[in-house]
Each structure stands twice: as C-alpha cells, then as structure tokens.
C-alpha cells in the first residue's frame, strides 16, 4: 500500500518561510517568516539568490527548533538540484537530495517523516524553493528576452520553506500521522504553458488513493491543499475527483491560487516548488497556531518534464504527494 | 547521528542489472543480468534508450522478487531525472525521486530501506543508472562534436541497477542493516574533467563518520566498494582516511576501476550513476551468493555539479552515502 500510516507520528518542532517582493505584496505577504525584496539576495546571479533562500529557510527554521538536525531533504527545480546541494555544502549537515518537480515540499516531508518514524535517526528537516527569474531562465527563456506570457501560464514562487520534525512526542502537538507516495501520471498533455492540466490527473489519483487506503473523506479534514495547481488545475482536480467518487467542498484550497491576488497579473496563479513550501510554512501553518485547522491535507503537484523531453516531443507526466498534518492529544 | 542502524534489517530479495555493449567487454561483462548491445536501445534518442534501460532493470528485478513493490525510489544523472521519472510513468506504481548524483544507487537502497525499516511499507525497489552519450550531451559535449578527453576523465557507464527489498525476514538471509548518509564536503575543486578528486574528500568524510559511530574499521568488512572515484579518486581516499586513522586495505575496490580493462581507453575508469548501480546488482550480489562475501560496505560517490554552476565559476561539491550489506543469520 502507498499509503504511509507514520505510528510514531513525528512531531513538527519548527518552520520558516522566506519569500520574495512580490509574494509579500499577495495576500499571504504577512504570513512569511521573511521577506527579501531584492531579487538577488545579494549574490551575483539569480541562482546564488535562490541557494541563499534555501540557506535562510533552513538555518531559520533550524533555529526555531532549537536542534541540531540528523539529516536534511531537500530538492528544487534546478539542474541536478544545484540549489539544494550547494545550499548544504555551507551548512555541512548530512544531506539527501530529493525530486518531485513542484512536489517537492510533501515529498522531502514525507521521507523525513518516515526517516524520523523509523527511529534511526531522532530529527530532520524536510525544504523546498524556487526563484522566478532562475525557473523562467531554466524552463522557458531569461527574462531579458522579454517573452510574452500566455494566459494559462503560471508564475513560479520566489522562496523557500523548510519544516523540521522530530522524534520527540514531549516538544509538540503538531504531527504528520500519514501520507500518500504519489504515482507518476500521464494524460498527454503537451502545452508546457498549461501545468494545471498536466498535474491534475496525478492530485486526483493520489488524493483518491488517500481517502481510500484512510478510509476518510475530504469533509473530514479541515482543509485540503494542493499545491499549484492554479484556476484551471484546481477545476480539472474537482472534476476529476467527483468522477472518482469524492466531491471536494470549500475547504479545497489551493497554494498556487492564494498566494497572489488577481491584480498581480500571474495568470493561472503561482507554481514553482516555492509555492506550496511557503504557504505551508506560513499561512497554513499559522492556522494550526490559531486553533482553525486540527487535521490538513498538504498535498503538492508536480510536473515531470525537462526542456530535453518538451524539444523531443514528450508529454508531461504529473505527481503529487499528499501529508497529514494533525494536531495529536498524546 | 547520521549513521542509520536498521533494526528491522531490511532483505534483499531480488536484483537486476542492465548493461551496454562496452561494459559488457569489460572484466565484470559475465555478470550483468542483461546485456543490451544497442546504444539506442530500439529507441530514437539517447535519452530514450537511458529511459529504457531503467523499465528494464526495474521490472526485472521485480520479476526475480515476485512482488508488487510498495514504492520505487530511483534517480539519474538527466537534468529533472527525466529517466526515473519517465520509466515510473510507464512502471505505474508509486516513486519518490531522489538525487545523489553518482551516489544515487547508494541514496535509494538507504531511502528505501528506511522506509521498509520503518514499517509503513513492506516492499521497495532502489534504482540508478546512467547513459554515456547522455550523460556527454549533457555534462559536456554531443558525442558528434568529437570532443578531446583529458588524461584524468573517466567514462560514464551506460547501465542500470536495480534492488528489491521486503520487511518479510524470511525471504532471504541478505540484508541492509546499516548505513550512513553523505554531507556535503567542498575542497574547492573546479576542473569538471577531474571528478575522482572532487569526490574523494566527502568519500573519506562518510567511511571515517561510518566507521567511528559503527565502532567498526575497514578490516571488519569482506569488502569496502566506492562508487566511481576512479584512479585519482582512489588514492586520494586512501591518503585521506589514513589522515583520519583509518588504513584502507586490499578489501577496498572502486567501482568505476573494476568495470573496466586498462585497454578499453577510459582513462581512469567508469563513473555515472550506472557504475556502481550494475556493479552492485551483478558482480557484488554474485559474491554474496557465491559465499565469498558477508559483509560489505557499499558506498556510492556523487559530484554534485550543474554545467550552469561551472559556468558561474562554482567549484565541484562532493558526496558520498554508504550502505552495509550482510549476510544475516536470523
């Protein structure tokens, strides 16, 4: 079963979110741990930005913690993830390197779950980023060449987000109790412009999957988040999903979707790997402080392409990975 | 601490390697599960044949185990590790990407044996492989351009390996019960020609955590296997460890030395994830078979590079992830 059931139920002990200038204008802008409105953090290029983000995100939420962690999962949509591993190279904690596309925030949680579960290691870090400009140079064309967006585009998150965890059931109520692996799925689509598309087939099998092997429903949980979906995305998701047998309610959210406001001009809504990892290590988690949510779904989307496999005339296979977040009595 | 002590001992149940017709002359040629002549591999592109060659190690060693695996954790050296992920499309079970460059076979055997460890599932698979015409497309040049190797090159094997592991104690004797996990080690390294020196300070950094928090030393193994260091990288290592009072013995092999014969032209050996992917699911499974080997530290070394970070002027981070293999009595 691909259903992960955690019996330890490893505790989050701290998080940080550090975003970019436009996203501290949307309106999740007061929820981030911090903001950097330069777009170069200082560094050189766009790519030692983004490294120095997952830098901020890890070290902050280190030092919320107050630990020192066993291992690090991280990964990012970088060549070889290049963000990731150069951000370890300074932080010298044993590293592991993870991929799920846009995935990636619910995937490195759910490794570092199970790691923590397992018992062989006492606390980890679960991180995850993006950087427009670096995703824009990477996927599409620099921004200096001025390329014209079209309408079902997305706008990839400048940040990061990283969540620590630990064994230890005495340092918080807050748990991830089980989760989803996700499968990789593939209807065809071929518009790279159009990622909702591509990826809600995959959200739709994992979250069946999840309400399945659990045996709940999505009215059981607070909310339930995707992770970028956006507005066409999310649509396909609740279609999809009716025919599976699950209506999704008002309490479906989705990252891409509240973390810019229509007026920023970002299309379908915000994507990258940055996207679901600052909202979740920030707005949904103060939710948790606040006493509104008890039980989260905090699934992320990704897309498993690359600029080689759209120029040999490949679809796009999706993933998503699903996480319960829950506060625990004991 | 990050040495992981299995108490579950994940089994290994079942293995494959797939190789190409250059590593099939060289000294461990009888030893892959399958040999596949065409660099092609039926497909139109190299990158399809890279793909192919992860379906076929993956569904053969299923196939061996007789199982449904649970999960698939694979990785490979493709920008987005288009190859892992485009195989699983087709394989159509759950994955979770990892990426530990050429340490990736040695990253998903110690994340899949966590998770088996752990509980939450009961069958994994482990996989890595690489391509060389890939692999020089992307790292260096098209294989057309007839670029120049420099003397201390190595050459990226065109394979992959494959590894079943169950939580069911009683389908074999072999099993993983220990590991160690890589940090990231930087000695300022920036020729992309030179790996095996890049790579062997975070290999001496991991055996020197692994033997001191195992209590153990190398002369307590059957047999110490690097992953692809090479000529230079193996010597390096051997110096280094013996600066952290660990002397390496005849037991200790490198992967990307062993692969190949000095009149194959490779310079100083193999490299690629597939290196030590197909050494370990061919020539070191046959030896634990054979009754020549009980216990063996396997230790898969990765380059943590992106052409893009070379090109700002970055140096080559290093890592470096150590699995122990045994034979166990109960």
């Not at 995935?103 to 790691?115: G, H, K, R």
């Amino acid at each position: 079963m691909s259903t992960l059931i955690f019996k330890n139920r490893p505790r989050i002990i701290g998080w940080y979110s550090v975003a970019g200038k436009k996203e501290s204008e949307g309106p999740l802008g007061t929820t981030f741990s911090r903001v950097v409105k330069d777009e170069y953090f200082g560094e050189k290029t766009h790519e030692g930005a983004e490294r120095k983000l997952f830098e901020t995100a890890i070290q902050g939420a280190i030092q919320v913690a107050k630990v020192q962690p066993d291992i690090v999962f991280a990964g990012d949509l970088l060549n070889q993830i290049v963000s990731s591993s150069f951000a370890m190279r300074d932080i010298g904690l044993p590293y592991a390197g993870v991929y799920g596309a846009c995935s990636t925030m619910a995937l490195s949680l759910l490794v570092a779950a199970t790691f923590v579960d397992a018992g062989v290691v006492q606390t980890t870090v679960a991180a995850a980023g993006s950087h427009f400009a670096t995703a824009e140079r990477q996927y599409r064309t620099p921004l200096e060449f001025g390329n014209q967006r079209p309408p079902c585009s997305q706008w990839t998150v400048t940040g990061a987000g990283a969540t620590v965890l630990s064994a230890d059931s005495k340092k918080s109520r807050l748990a991830i109790t089980a989760g989803t692996i996700g499968r990789v799925v593939d209807y065809g689509v071929k518009d790279v412009n159009n990622m909702g598309a591509a990826m809600a087939p995959a959200a739709a099998d994992t979250l069946a999957r999840h309400f399945k092997n659990t045996n709940t429903k999505p009215a059981d949980y607070d909310a339930i988040f995707s992770g970028d979906l956006g507005q066409i995305g999310e649509e396909a998701l609740r279609d999809l999903l009716k025919d599976k047998g699950y209506e999704l309610g008002e309490n479906y959210h989705d990252c891409g979707k509240l973390i810019y406001s229509v007026d920023q001009k970002v299309d379908m809504g915000g994507s990258g790997c940055g996207c679901s990892a600052v909202t979740l290590n920030g707005y949904i988690m103060d939710k948790f402080q606040s006493g509104e949510y008890h039980k989260v779904i905090f699934m992320a989307t990704g897309a498993l392409l690359s600029p080689t496999t759209c120029f040999q005339g490949e679809s796009i296979p999706g993933i998503a990975n699903a996480v319960v977040i829950e506060e625990v009595t004991e």
